[in-house]
């Protein structure tokens, strides 16, 4: 029998689950989230930047304000939607972590159609370099499959393009995260299970979006400084 990824990803993922159930619990120690590692203490001031997906955008609890109730933390939510990269607002001076989550309108080019690759990796570097304390860096999410977002209006070629798109971002990210040597939350290995995590053709449904949440806090937990 050959090696099954999907398996494989499924309990990597279970056991990230229970770190962050741990982290959130208070229950974590050396090795597993605390001053040596990149998870924001009790009270820490969490500063959050994104799209759309980070915002939260149609559904009741943000990842913001799911940030706040787990970790204990003043969460300042400056997502905004259809948010790309190049318009960031400045980094807050008093946040103690900055968690950056672009990714997806920039490859989706919301707002700017001369938006590539390699624009998006210099703006991400640019706001990167304006932090002047911890960072963290996340992937974008995916597309469902086609069939199953046909409703959203693009041709099968322009939703591959933007797959692409999206991958390529993703590949910017990491590059940065490597660059700067600042921690890389890869929310692809969150199992995704097409149109019904989402609420509509693009955006995480709430299930789905606190399993990211989840995700973020289990990485955070074992990456040390």
């Given at each position: 029998m050959g090696f099954d990824s999907s398996a494989f990803r499924q309990y990597s993922y279970m056991n990230k689950l229970l770190i962050a159930l741990l982290a959130m619990l208070g229950l974590h120690g050396c090795g597993s989230g605390g001053e040596d590692t990149y998870l924001p203490a009790p009270k820490a001031t969490v500063?959050?930047?994104?799209?759309?997906?980070?915002?939260?955008?149609?559904?009741?609890?943000?990842?913001?304000?799911?940030?706040?109730?787990?970790?204990?933390?003043?969460?300042?939510?400056?997502?905004?939607?259809?948010?790309?990269?190049?318009?960031?607002?400045?980094?807050?001076?008093?946040?103690?972590?900055?968690?950056?989550?672009?990714?997806?309108?920039?490859?989706?080019?919301?707002?700017?159609?001369?938006?590539?690759?390699?624009?998006?990796?210099?703006?991400?570097?640019?706001?990167?370099?304006?932090?002047?304390?911890?960072?963290?860096?996340?992937?974008?999410?995916?597309?469902?499959?086609?069939?199953?977002?046909?409703?959203?209006?693009?041709?099968?070629?322009?939703?591959l393009e933007n797959v692409q798109a999206l991958a390529d971002a993703n590949t910017a990210i990491k590059k940065v995260a490597v660059k700067y040597n600042v921690p890389y939350v890869n929310l692809l290995e969150v199992p995704f299970r097409g149109k019904l995590d989402l609420h509509d053709y693009v955006h995480p449904n709430q299930e789905y979006s606190s399993k990211l949440t989840s995700h973020i806090i289990a990485t955070l937990a074992t990456v040390e400084h």
């Open positions: 500063a959050i930047y994104g799209d759309s997906i980070t915002a939260s955008t149609g559904i009741k609890t943000s990842f913001a304000k799911e940030l706040e109730i787990a970790l204990n933390v003043k969460a300042i939510d400056m997502s905004v939607d259809g948010g790309i990269v190049a318009n960031f607002l400045p980094p807050l001076k008093t946040a103690d972590t900055v968690i950056i989550r672009f990714g997806g309108a920039d490859a989706l080019k919301y707002g700017n159609t001369l938006l590539t690759s390699s624009s998006f990796e210099k703006n991400l570097s640019t706001l990167v370099e304006s932090v002047p304390t911890s960072v963290v860096l996340t992937s974008t999410i995916t597309l469902a499959p086609y069939d199953e977002i046909k409703g959203i209006g693009w041709s099968y070629s322009k939703y």
